[in-house]
């Protein structure tokens, strides 16, 4: 069964190395050579060339954003390299509606199609061991599901319709960009107070304001280690389509919005390739608060 | 070593009740008589009259602000109760300087002092495995060091100057409050697009975006069961807390005061009483949403 991932970045990488190790033959693609060489080195097969791939049963979509997944499904020879009954494998944060568009337009090409968005990181990823938030036909299921064990922990299925795990995956990611956003102001304010950033991790970790964002973005911030394992530019993307969903549904979300606001600040002043835990910058510069590492 | 308890709410009765369990003589003071009931149907000796007890050696406040401390110590005839080298432990969240303030009064007239705020919840307390964020003299923590025990499950020794403790309990706060903001937003969001809430809680725990509030309160929010533990007005007070402080130190906190907003609008609407993630009620107002439960 060969697969093809693309988009090689930290989550695409992580998903192309695990399939390696289940034995799965994989392919990566990515424009970015730095990327390519990321998964060669590692013993991957990569190309930069759609062209001349092998005949695939399963792409894995790993890139930026819905017109990424757009352009490179409906707009390259991608789809010319398709086997019968192949399996387009949707991992990238999307509109529930874009997900739904995209869908239609492959189930109409005669192949299958899975919305797939992912969570966990990029240490997750590289070990199999990320969440699938998945929606499509049971049967579109079952013919990957090789491909979905070798990438994951656990897989939810969440019905048939296309959108679904979209609609999920937007819920995980309202929660994940305000709790780095309340892990940057607890922690700026922590540095105001002059307390030791390394014992706030500690000690909040065993109470009750803990998250997962906090615990893993937090040590980034105690550190002063601001290297992008996922930016600020991400949560600009991924709060605005929150956002753009909300609004159609008609709900509010004021915290989602302060939120972005602050994304978009840091995004602004030039530290939107940064680690996302970086907008704890912009609540610094504001504050006249010293954080590790430095005057920032 | 006689202890008492001043306060029986759930954190109060639940240490109360964790006392009794580890044998220590331990009597019980508030005014509600439901809560003097409560302990008491427990087995534990109740009272609302501070004239009527023993002496002391040691007294866990539980009340629910620092004016309600300052009352109790210096207003009322507690304080001639206590034995020599009697200990104050205050577990109620306060104001770092407030902390101070109370320290050195209670020091001042020869006793000794514990900053020991509290995490994790009735039922924790209720099973001594709450988290003390504490901070005083080493002396003064190796003399209440059973009672400490009794009812928690983790002790940090936060320094010795009292104020520690407090600010690890702000800025916990901080992140409490705000989580739970965020899971009555994200579950709103959810409800707006017809998910089922208790799979949402269900795919979010294996995720990112998951914290010990959206874990503990969101379950409430899919139950549509408001039944108090912690309240709506407990978090106008401790965010209000938290922000004050921070602009005593020039931090600023976007997030905290977006969701202090949210809770000051539930308040303000009658749900004050109500479980803290009843402010998702508010947003469901506002979005035009139907909760679980029904129309609130």
Known sequence: MHTLIVGLGSMGLGAAVSCLKAGISTTGFDVNSDALRAFSDQGGHSTADLESIEPVDAVLLFVVNADQADTVLFDSPLMSKFKPNA???????????????????????????????????????????????GSGEPETFNRVQPILDAISERIFRLGNEPGAGSQMKLINQLLAGVHIAATAEALNLAASLNMDLHEVIDVIQSCAGTSWMFENRGPHIANGDYTPLST????????????????????????????????????????????????????AAQSGSVLPGGKQ
Chains 1, 2 share one sequence.
């Open 87 to 133: 399996v387009v494998i949707n991992c990238v944060t999307v509109a529930p509606y874009r997900a739904s568009d995209i869908s239609s337009r492959i189930v109409k090409a005669g192949f299958g199609y899975l919305d797939a968005p992912v969570s966990g990181g990029a240490v997750k990823a590289k070990n199999g061991q990320i969440s699938i938030m």
């Open 232 to 283: 600020v530019n991400i949560f600009v993307k991924d709060l605005s389509i929150v956002i753009d969903e909300a609004q159609l549904q008609g709900a509010v979300t004021p915290l989602s919005q302060t939120a972005l606001s602050l994304y978009q600040n840091a995004s602004d002043n030039g530290l939107g390739l940064e680690d996302d835990s970086a907008i704890v910058k912009i609540l």
